[in-house]
Nanobody, 123 residues
C-alpha cells in the first residue's frame, strides 16, 4: 500500500484547508484510514480515523467539531477538511492505513504511512 498526502500549506487562523491522501490497493474500502500530526518537538498525535466505507469516524479531542474526515472509494482517497484553524494546528500531517481491525488512535496500530504534508497556521 502506498499513500500520497497533499494539500498542506499556509493558512491564517480561522481559515480552512483540505488535505487529501491517495492510496493504492484494490481493497481500499476495507482499510481503516487515519490522519495524525506531529509538531516540532512533540509526539505524533491522533487527529481522525474512518473505518471502511466510511461507516465509523473518530476524532481527537483537539479537532472535534472543526475537522471532518471522509473517503471517496471510487478515487481511493481519504480527505481531511479542516476549518476554524488555529496556530496550534501547525504540524506535519500524515495519513496512515490500517489493513485490519477497527479505528484506532495509536500510531503503532497502523500498517502504512504517507510522507506527510506540512500545515502552517499563522495568527
Amino acid at each position: 500500500v502506498q499513500l500520497q498526502a497533499s494539500g498542506g500549506g499556509l493558512a491564517q487562523a480561522g481559515g480552512s484547508l483540505r488535505l487529501s491522501c491517495a492510496a493504492s490497493g484494490r481493497i481500499f474500502s476495507s482499510y481503516i484510514m487515519g490522519w495524525f500530526r506531529q509538531a516540532p518537538g512533540k509526539e505524533r498525535e491522533f487527529v481522525a480515523a474512518i473505518t471502511g466505507a466510511g461507516i465509523g469516524t473518530y476524532y481527537g479531542d483537539s479537532v472535534k467539531g472543526r475537522f471532518t474526515i471522509s473517503t471517496d472509494n471510487a478515487k481511493n482517497t481519504v480527505y481531511l477538511q479542516m476549518i476554524s484553524l488555529k496556530p496550534e494546528d501547525t504540524a506535519v500531517y500524515y495519513c496512515a492505513a490500517r489493513l485490519r481491525g477497527y479505528g484506532s488512535r495509536r500510531p503503532s496500530d497502523y500498517d502504512y504511512w504517507g510522507q506527510g504534508t506540512l500545515v502552517t497556521v499563522s495568527s
